[in-house]
């Protein structure tokens, strides 16, 4: 029962981090048709800032704000600079265009900070542990659940019941449309990396007090994770991407915690094998988006 319980706890929050970084992927392509495998390198960016403001001797809360925000800047710089050129491309161009993006921004952190992981250390508090009914309960993982579910909160709330956010859902319905009723594309599609940005922000947050570390491919296999996720759920459905990330969280540690250890190191291939079956059965994801179009 002990062992229940605290592989829920680690599972809900790891399936957290990918629901938000899955969310983040699912935004910008249900706007702009672009899945942004830099995302992953935006989240990266966000756990530097951390690193980089505690090592000018700032509070661990001020560097957590920092990352959140480095996360977000380098979002709507990449939006301005790389993608907005782009944007109408056909969605291989775009896909080629973030590969580069990402690498890219791999090499630069590999020659201006390091290629080896650099070391993040929180206050001991942050990583101690507490029961609940004979379980040993981390402080992290509980605190990631609450992060989680709480931005996950707002950024519902944004997406149904601010202007922005309805004008973003608009957009993710037909673009095209929303430009014919004078509506400001550049400032929507903005907006929608921003979010974008905050949610790898906040799941860098979340990566690096677990980690403890942070290199320049610390945000690669959680978005590779995280757009499994988005397809699993349904591409361009935002809520899909939601049910996607916790359900690959799910079965990542369940199958971490329980498979015998003959079968320990095909774990990624047993998970990976769940999701083609379910895609099998629902082609369009588990909880498509209205407008999707598969191809």
Excluded: C
């Excluded at 379980?135 to 609450?146: D, E, K, L, R």
Aim: aromatic share 8%; net charge neutral.
């Amino acid at each position: 029962m002990d062992l229940i319980i605290q592989q829920s706890i680690n599972a809900i929050s790891l399936g957290g981090v990918y629901a938000m970084l899955a969310l983040g992927l699912a935004i910008v392509f249900s706007i702009v048709g672009l899945i942004n495998f830099a995302h992953g390198d935006i989240m990266t960016f966000g756990g530097y800032g951390i690193f980089l403001s505690l090592a000018f001797g700032m509070s661990p809360v001020a560097a957590l704000a920092i990352g959140i925000g480095a996360a977000v800047v380098m979002a709507l710089t990449l939006e301005r600079t790389a993608f907005r050129a782009m944007r109408g491309a056909d969605v291989v161009t775009l896909l080629i265009t973030s590969f580069a993006v990402s690498e890219i921004l791999k090499v630069l952190f590999q020659n201006t900070i390091s290629a080896r992981p650099v070391p993040i250390s929180f206050p001991a508090a942050w990583s101690g542990t507490y029961e609940i009914g004979g379980a040993t309960i981390g402080v992290v993982p509980t605190v990631s659940i609450i992060v989680a579910f709480v931005s996950l909160l707002g950024l519902t709330l944004i997406l149904r019941r601010t202007a922005t956010g309805m004008a973003m859902r608009a957009a993710a319905e037909d673009l095209e449309m929303l430009k014919l009723l004078g509506v400001r594309a550049n400032r929507v599609v903005a907006m929608a990396f921003a979010l974008s940005g905050l949610l790898a922000g906040i799941a860098a947050v979340i990566w690096t007090a677990q980690r403890g570390s942070v290199d320049p491919m610390m945000g690669f296999f959680p978005v590779l994770k995280a757009f499994i996720a988005t397809v699993l759920g349904g591409l361009g459905s935002l809520g899909g991407a939601v049910l996607g990330g916790f359900v690959i969280g799910i079965l990542e540690v369940l199958t971490q915690a329980f498979l015998p250890d003959g079968l320990s190191p095909y774990r990624d291939a047993i998970v990976l094998a769940l999701v083609i079956a379910a895609l099998l059965w629902r082609p369009d994801g588990l909880l498509p988006a209205q407008n999707a179009n598969r191809s």
